[in-house]
């Protein structure tokens, strides 16, 4: 890969999988010493091969959305699926005790065969072979833009857990007791959210090659399917009887139906979000991506940290309305300041 020139499909591999492997590899060195410190030594010793090839799957499911090849990544997922549920069935049958490390075994051992399986299936195999140089190369070339990839993917996973330490240190174990519940009912429309983020963002960078209608008719439909799904499930949540809620969250079920109301618009506020990040991703908008992530995320903590001091319960409930609407607002706002620089 020569400075100026357009890089080849097997370097950006090759790249892409020594940089991952190497990220893996000090990742697992990491949690190899935490786990050291805690005396888990026999984790950390299964952790050190495991991770990277944990790491090299996920990297290679989405190579093979970015070459418009999902069922190659749906197989692999599948492959993890179908060895992790006979791996967990044979341990139960043959009366495996189930500690952190064999439940760590269960969950990795699968996803590294399947990872290991998508090498060679995808044809990668000749390609993906590290090379120090060419991982330089694609870490100088994809740095300007990654960095605010890898900040944004950061303020995303920190987001949830902020939230529920602010809701505990204003209402307790109580307070977050609900939240948590509320957000147990919400949960399964993160994994749809989850899945059109991976599979949408290649697809919608297709049809920015196609041109801004084609670009454009795309973003609506992804905006009414990603809305109405949101909205329904959050409507579904909402009218379940107080039985059905008292069978699946126990004790929390009476607190955790007043932020009902408040979650369901969060699901919708996170549709919306979820909907602009394809649209900025696509159009290589990290910066505005990370301002609208941090902006919307300030104002949630700080709308649900004001109603839950305010008002107790009810007021976090009002703070998650206020919170979705706030969310919601700023993706919206950002995006429709790209569109008006972004040249087609």
């Known amino acids: 890969m020569t400075s ?22 000090a990742l697992s060195l990491v949690g190899a010493a935490t786990y050291f410190l805690v005396d888990l030594w026999p984790l950390w010793l299964w952790l050190l091969p495991l991770l990277p090839l944990l790491v090299l799957q996920d990297l290679l499911r989405y190579i093979a959305y970015a070459n418009a090849r999902p069922v190659l990544a749906v197989a692999s997922n599948g492959t993890w699926l179908m060895l ?111 899945g059109a983020r991976v599979a949408a963002v290649p697809e919608f960078v297709r049809l920015r090659g196609r041109g801004r209608a084609a670009w454009i008719r795309g973003a609506r439909v992804l905006f009414a399917v990603t809305v109405a799904v949101c909205a329904l499930w959050g409507l579904l949540v909402l009218f379940l009887p107080m039985s059905l809620l008292q069978l699946a969250l126990g004790d929390s079920a009476v607190e955790a139906r007043v932020l009902l109301p408040g979650s369901a618009a969060g699901a919708v506020g996170a549709g919306i979000a979820a909907t602009v990040f394809v649209m900025l991703r696509s159009l290589m908008a990290g910066a505005s991506g990370l301002v609208a992530r941090l902006g919307s995320a300030v104002a949630v903590i700080g709308a649900v940290a004001t109603g839950a001091t305010t008002a107790g319960l009810a007021g976090l409930a009002a703070g998650l309305m206020v919170a979705a609407i706030v969310t919601a607002g700023t993706w919206l706002l950002v995006l429709r300041v790209v569109l008006r620089k972004f040249v087609w």
């Open 4 to 25: 100026g020139s357009v890089p080849r499909p097997h370097d950006l591999v090759s790249g892409a999988v020594t940089t991952c492997a190497s990220m893996g590899l």
């Open 84 to 194: 992790l549920v006979v791996g967990y069935a044979a341990c139960r049958l043959g009366n495996v005790p189930l500690t952190a490390t064999s439940i760590f075994l269960i969950w990795a051992i699968p996803g590294a065969s399947a990872g290991m399986l998508f090498v060679f299936v995808q044809g990668f195999a000749r390609h993906a072979l590290p090379s120090w140089s060419v991982s330089r190369a694609f870490m100088k070339s994809t740095m300007r833009r990654s960095q605010f990839y890898l900040l944004d993917g950061l303020a995303a996973q920190a987001h949830g857990p902020i939230l529920l330490l602010t809701a505990g240190a204003i209402l307790g174990l109580s307070g977050t007791a609900a939240l948590r519940s509320a957000q147990l009912l919400i949960s399964p429309l993160s994994l749809f959210l989850n």
